[in-house]
């Protein structure tokens, strides 16, 4: 399976759902059965409006682990992330915050979906979490040893870090691609909800040929701007009430950008 494949649509538009804290995280309530109940809602706000593809984070974990989260969470994600498949049907990904691709992956193999967001998946980066190293040797080798055939979209120059060593965006993008074997690239602004670089948008392009997908930033007001210069978007923060990421959803909000978003296309 390719990129292509997964979304046969254009350029497909891939919501977040942010999780409420988990099992574990210093901000839980105590109670899974909202955590459930919340996703859910936010699954079929975007099923109603048509989203390609969502994607299901563990956002509200602060302060995030940098690498391997502990078994409460991966099981909170994949209770989660099993029950989201039963309700929408398009291609579902997994992002396990900070950085733990490999559980990542093992919850997207044992609920059958389709891809994973790595963070830092070669390289390193220093982040709020400390240096973050890219283990894109391990994961790799796990998807191999699983047979399975899931998709890794791969962050360039990640938000909320800076590259250890201050390496190029263009080596970053060509190792992601030839070394990392990375399936497609995102490229954020340097926080969330930040806008994407239309300069460093132009050098990704220019050394891959993978799709690049745009993972933070967009609004119906810029859509415009950056919607011939990707393969696809990723939207969280607008898509929330007052358009704050660690807000609710407001389907009033994910109903004007998906119009503003057909238009486009």
């Known amino acids: 399976m390719n990129f292509n494949q997964l979304f046969p649509s254009k350029k497909p538009l891939i919501g977040c759902i942010h999780l409420l804290p988990l099992p574990g995280?210093?901000?839980?309530?105590?109670?899974?059965?909202?955590?459930?109940?919340?996703?859910?809602?936010?699954?079929?706000?975007?099923?109603?409006?048509?989203?390609?593809?969502?994607i299901i984070e563990n956002f509200r974990d602060i302060p995030f682990y940098p690498d391997q989260v502990p078994a409460e969470t991966i099981a909170s994600m994949a209770i989660v992330t099993h029950e989201i498949k039963k309700v929408?049907?398009?291609?579902?990904?997994?992002?396990?915050?900070?950085?733990?691709?490999?559980?990542?992956l093992a919850i997207a193999v044992a609920c059958e979906v389709h891809f994973i967001r790595v963070n830092v998946h070669i390289g390193a980066a220093v982040t709020d979490q400390g240096i973050l190293e890219g283990k894109a040797y391990d994961t790799l080798r796990l998807r191999k040893s699983l047979n399975s055939d899931i998709l890794i979209f791969a962050d360039v120059a990640v938000k909320?870090?800076?590259?250890?060593?201050?390496?190029?965006?263009?080596?970053?993008?060509?190792?992601?691609?030839?070394?990392?074997?990375?399936?497609?690239?995102?490229?954020?602004?340097?926080?969330?909800?930040?806008?994407?670089?239309?300069?460093?948008?132009n050098i990704i392009k220019q050394n891959t040929d993978l799709?690049?997908?745009?993972?933070?930033?967009?609004?119906?007001?810029?859509?415009?701007?950056?919607?011939?210069?990707?393969?696809?978007?990723?939207?969280?923060?607008?898509?929330?009430?007052?358009?704050?990421?660690?807000?609710?959803?407001?389907?009033?909000?994910?109903?004007?950008f998906m119009e503003k978003f057909r238009l486009s296309g």
């Open 160 to 201: 909320h870090a800076s590259s250890l060593g201050n390496r190029s965006i263009e080596d970053e993008t060509k190792d992601l691609a030839e070394r990392g074997l990375a399936d497609a690239l995102i490229v954020s602004g340097s926080h969330t909800g930040g806008e994407a670089n239309k300069k460093e948008i």
């Open 25 to 54: 995280s210093p901000k839980y309530s105590g109670n899974m059965t909202n955590v459930l109940k919340q996703a859910m809602k936010e699954a079929n706000i975007f099923k109603t409006n048509n989203v390609n593809g969502l």
């Open 211 to 256: 799709p690049v997908i745009i993972g933070s930033g967009i609004t119906p007001d810029n859509l415009t701007n950056y919607f011939s210069l990707v393969d696809g978007f990723i939207v969280g923060s607008y898509f929330k009430t007052n358009g704050i990421a660690n807000n609710r959803i407001a389907e009033s909000r994910v109903s004007k």
């Open 88 to 104: 929408f049907k398009g291609p579902i990904g997994v992002n396990v915050l900070r950085n733990d691709a490999k559980a990542a």
